[in-house]
């Protein structure tokens, strides 16, 4: 049987040795007799579940005391409108968020947060063709934000903001991480809110991480759900209603991989090695192209073209038949992908580079 390396974007692979768990204690977790799908999310089993997989996280990301991590339903865009109900209510009417638009998700979190308040884009790459991250210089931020948004990686275009950017006193920033979270090392204290889906570095679709400043929590607009009210969740741990408990289970044995793994660091290392090696194959032959300036380019996400525009159907035959999967890209851009995320092992890029090397000279 073929060796499958799957390069999905999301939902996305998984650690082969959190699936062989998985399915090892899937009919009876811990002789409990129960599978964890079956759990009152109320019980001791599901709670100690939970508690374990909050505490991995807060260790994993070094997260500090005061601020709370929430395990939500939904995703991304979900997120996109929970936070302005939350947020904004700081500020009182006529609060006006500030966005940095460097690709597609952060252009669809600019369309949502415009129902709810004010927006102004502080900057956008649109001009470049969402190549670069415009330099701080060209930032046009409000003094008094509710706060600043930006998505740290775009999943669609590949462009990753590695920095925290300098924002005026007493200005949150927001930050959308939902396809690089746990794939670098990043300082928690610098943000107010940081989301991800769970579904590219974390676990399967349907859970949303949120790590928020306590001095955050507790201003959400009276139009808010009380479901997604930041105060509930943080008071009920998460639990105000049933959350995904498979998801949060699934997403703690995650943790748990890292962790013995070497934790984020030991992770961000490999996913460097994993990143030079499929730049350095697209770069050195014209047959290919990758269109994000080098400094700006995703560890995770790598959209690249063919020149030979005709030549596409026969690449992703080529790959299906060697076990190269989900490379096409996105619907709203076209041309290839390949999602190189934690449980992407460094095999399946050099299988992929293979391949480049291999469809460019024939």
């Not at 040795?17 to 079956?38: P, R, T």
Request: with cysteine.
């Amino acid at each position: 049987m073929t060796t499958i390396y799957n390069f999905s974007a999301g939902p996305a692979v998984l650690p082969k040795e959190v699936l062989q768990q998985a399915a090892a204690e899937m009919l009876d977790w811990h002789g409990s007799g129960m599978s964890v799908m079956e759990m009152s999310h109320r019980g001791p089993e599901f709670i100690s579940i939970y508690r374990q997989a909050e505490s991995d996280l807060r260790e994993l990301l070094a997260v500090p005391d005061n601020y709370r991590i929430l395990f939500m339903q939904g995703g991304g865009l979900s997120q996109n409108a929970i936070i302005p109900m939350n947020l904004v209510g700081r500020k009182g009417p006529g609060a006006t968020i500030d966005f940095v638009h460097t690709g597609s998700w952060s252009g669809k979190s600019v369309k949502e947060a415009a129902r709810y308040a004010k927006v102004n884009v502080a900057v956008s790459a649109e001009a470049s063709r969402y190549t670069v991250v415009p330099p701080q210089s060209e930032w046009k931020l409000t003094p008094d934000a509710a706060y600043l948004h930006l998505c740290t990686n775009e999943t669609i275009d590949g462009v990753e903001i590695d920095f925290a950017p300098e924002v005026p006193a007493g200005v949150p920033i927001v930050a959308d991480m939902s396809s690089h979270i746990l794939s670098r090392q990043v300082d928690v204290s610098k943000y107010g809110l940081i989301f991800g889906g769970a579904q590219k570095n974390i676990g399967p679709a349907g859970v949303t991480v949120v790590i928020v400043r306590d001095d955050l929590v507790g201003h959400a607009l009276p139009a808010c759900p009380s479901a997604f009210d930041f105060k509930n969740v943080a008071d009920n741990e998460s639990m105000y209603n049933t959350p995904p408990t498979y998801g949060i289970y699934i997403a703690g044995l995650v943790f748990q991989w890292l962790k013995k793994n070497g934790g984020v660091a030991a992770m961000e290392q490999r996913n460097i090695e994993k990143a030079r090696l499929l730049y350095a194959a697209l770069d050195a032959d014209d047959f290919y192209q990758n269109r994000v300036a080098p400094q700006y380019r995703s560890r995770m996400n790598v959209p690249f073209y063919l020149r030979d525009e005709s030549q596409y159907e026969a690449f992703l035959a080529g790959a299906k038949a060697r076990g190269l999967l989900q490379l096409k890209g996105h619907k709203s851009v076209g041309g290839l992908r390949a999602s190189i995320y934690n449980a992407m092992p460094i095999e399946g890029v050099q299988a992929l580079v293979d391949y480049l090397n291999e469809f460019a000279k024939r």
